[in-house]
């Protein structure tokens, strides 16, 4: 058992004896602390005494402020008779005659079993110190003091390694001072010998050894002797603790290596241990900046999401536009939304005729109640029948239990019929029943259902032409069609392109966490050039590409390939000949352009003057006027 150890601890000039038992002492304000100090100027754990062999060293603990020593502020200092410890306003000191008992107490064990006992309490020493540490910076001095001491070499050192660079590197002698630059004391050759080698590295005279005699570096550094173990750590090398005497040679044995090996062994957990808090810590740190980063890039670019919906905003949620055409959709949608009457919406398909509804339904008298989406042209009639109507268990095969339909489902609410041009003719007729009756009947049921049900459909195709054509009923079409709304294709909406690009530049990289990508002044004009035939959704997915798929200003070769073979038509057609006159060169876009239309929509004149963004009439005289000959439709 080790000798107690006391203390003279003194405040105020109030002197007290605290005697300790335990080789490693906590002292601080804390309660679990062993020597507990009253003074508003220590820490909670200010530092630490702990006894190593027969030394006694006092360790700071990064203290608010700092534990002194004969008026040096000091990390760790091994404690001679008579010097004073200062820790705020109280001193410690060790009793007088501590080391004359301890000498003593040495000297018989020294008689018993000297070699063997002083070893065993160095080693304990230091694992009990190591226990209570948990910093490699402070746990770094104690592996080397108890190795100088248990190999009795001249200087001791530690290197800690990743990736076999070195990380950490301290360096004390025998009489535990500070070698400075450690990592130019010893040869890096022998430390990557040792490293690599994962095993014992010793050199009984590094001047004469047939390996490293012709080493510049170990001459010039005047090595002799020297021990390198490596630390191994869940089967890894992560450094090496050295030692060396410069002035003697063979100064290590067998024995020596037995001894620091097992030292190193205790070592490696501890530290391996505190390598991979540390790793963890800096983990955390780095995730917590990430975080404070990406959440700060968020909300600025929700801020810049924000005052972009600022410019043609609406009160209708989703839908933005400052073009003529969105201000005047979005004008007639408010003249309706105190109404329940049934409204077609037409438009092209990704002009955004669901959004439409969804802004009629959610801003209208109905806003509390269901909003319910069918896609009329996903179904075929069997299926799409049971969807809007519900069946009762046994109408059909698979019907294993009743079923309300869609209808009942948005009573009180909102019914939206997509696509509904592409009913066939039974399902317009049920369809028009349940508009002029109010009442639904499920699938395989005589048991009629009121409901009360606002219907808004929307088209892609032009209903007037299915009309005369026979394809849809006209009765159905006039139900349906008591207001009119239309969603602008893309390319007639002047001016909203860079402003919806915008949009969904900033909404994107909200979601997506990254930085906002701006358009270069090259690429917006390719953006305008390109006809966008999925129009506002078209815009959408490619600005989202754009975001996924690069960083920094969106340049034209960053766009889709089909964007910027249009704008290099486009460019062509421009400049043409370059000596035709000008009244010449827009004759020739314009035919241009209205053949393509026309061939697009397989000589349809209302699509075609949608398409070019000017009306019938305008496009009927201009056919008139180039001498263009087209089919009527």
């Known amino acids: 058992m080790a000798e107690p150890l006391d203390i003279i601890v003194e405040r105020d000039h109030i002197q007290r004896v605290v005697r300790l038992e335990a080789d490693i002492v906590v002292v601080g304000r804390g309660r679990d ?6 003074d508003p100027l220590s820490s909670r754990e200010h530092c630490r005494v702990e006894r190593l062999g027969s030394d006694i060293f006092i360790v700071d603990l990064d203290s608010a402020n700092g534990t002194w020593v004969d008026g040096h502020k000091v990390d760790r200092h091994q404690l001679c008779a008579g010097e004073i410890v200062r820790i705020g306003s109280t001193q410690l000191r060790l009793e007088g005659d501590f080391y004359s008992k301890l000498a003593a107490a040495e000297s018989t064990v020294v008689r018993q079993d000297a070699p063997g006992t002083r070893v065993l309490r160095t080693l304990l020493g230091m694992a009990r110190a190591l226990v209570h540490e948990d910093k490699m910076e402070r746990m770094a001095p104690t592996v080397i003091d108890s190795a100088v001491a248990i190999t009795r070499a001249e200087r001791g050192f530690l290197f800690l390694m990743e990736k076999r660079r070195t990380v950490f590197a301290l360096g004390r002698n025998f009489a535990r001072e500070v070698v400075p630059s450690p990592e130019k004391k010893i040869s890096q050759t022998l430390l990557e010998k040792a490293i690599v080698a994962s095993e014992p590295l010793l ?3 590094a001047a004469s050894d047939g390996d490293f ?10 090595l002799r002797s020297l021990l390198a173990i490596p630390l191994i750590h869940h089967g890894r090398a992560i450094g090496l603790v050295v030692v060396d005497h410069r ?5 290590f044995d067998q024995e020596t290596i037995d001894l620091l090996s097992g030292l190193a062994d205790i070592a490696a957990v501890y530290l391996g241990s505190a390598i991979e808090g540390r790793q963890k810590r800096n983990l955390k740190r780095r995730l917590a900046q990430l975080q404070s980063e990406l959440g700060r890039r968020v909300t600025s670019q929700k801020e810049e999401l924000g005052s972009s919906q600022t410019v043609g905003d609406t009160q209708f949620t989703g839908l933005l536009g400052a073009a003529p055409v969105m201000q005047e959709l979005f004008s007639n949608m408010g003249r309706i939304l105190e109404s329940d009457v049934p409204v077609l919406v037409y438009g092209e398909s990704g002009t955004g005729k669901e959004l439409v509804a969804r802004g009629l339904h959610f801003h209208g ?8 989406v069918v896609n009329c042209g996903a179904l075929p009639d069997t299926l799409l029948e049971s969807e809007l109507f519900g069946h009762v268990k046994g109408a059909y095969t698979g019907a294993t239990r009743d079923r309300s339909g869609r209808f009942e ?3 009180g609410g909102t019914l939206f019929l997509d696509e509904v041009g592409e009913m066939s003719e039974a399902m317009q007729t049920r369809l028009l029943r349940v508009l002029q009756e109010g009442e639904i009947r499920r699938l395989g049921s005589d048991e009629l259902r009121k409901v009360d049900v606002r219907v808004i459909a929307a088209t892609h195709v032009d209903l007037t032409e299915a009309v005369a054509t026979g394809k849809f009923r006209e009765d159905l079409y006039y139900r349906l069609r008591v207001v009119q709304l239309e969603c602008p294709p893309l390319r007639t909406r002047q001016g909203d392109l860079k402003l919806l690009a915008e949009h969904f530049l900033a909404m994107e990289a909200a979601v997506q966490g990254s930085l ?9 004009p390719c953006l305008e050039s390109f006809s966008w035939p999925g129009n506002v959704r078209q815009l959408r997915n490619e600005m989202r590409r754009l975001t996924l798929m690069g960083e920094g200003e969106i340049t034209p070769d960053d766009l889709a390939p089909e964007i910027l073979n249009a704008a290099n038509e486009v460019k062509v057609d421009l400049l043409g000949d370059c000596d035709m006159p000008l009244p010449e060169r827009v004759t020739a876009l314009e035919t241009s352009a209205i053949l393509r239309a026309l061939q697009k929509y397989r000589g349809n004149r209302s699509q075609a003057a949608k398409t070019l963004g000017i009306s019938r009439f305008a496009l009927l005289r201009k056919l008139d006027k180039y001498g263009i000959e087209q089919e009527s439709d």
């Open 33 to 38: 602390c062993g020597l507990r100090l009253e």
């Open 213 to 222: 005699a012709g080493v510049a570096s170990i001459a010039d550094l005047g």
């Open 247 to 251: 002035m003697q040679g063979a100064a």
């Open 516 to 524: 906002r990508r701006e358009l270069s002044a090259d690429a917006m």
């Open 409 to 411: 489902e948005a009573d």
């Open 203 to 205: 050199i009984q005279d």
């Open 365 to 372: 008298m109905r806003a509390q109640k269901p909003f319910v």
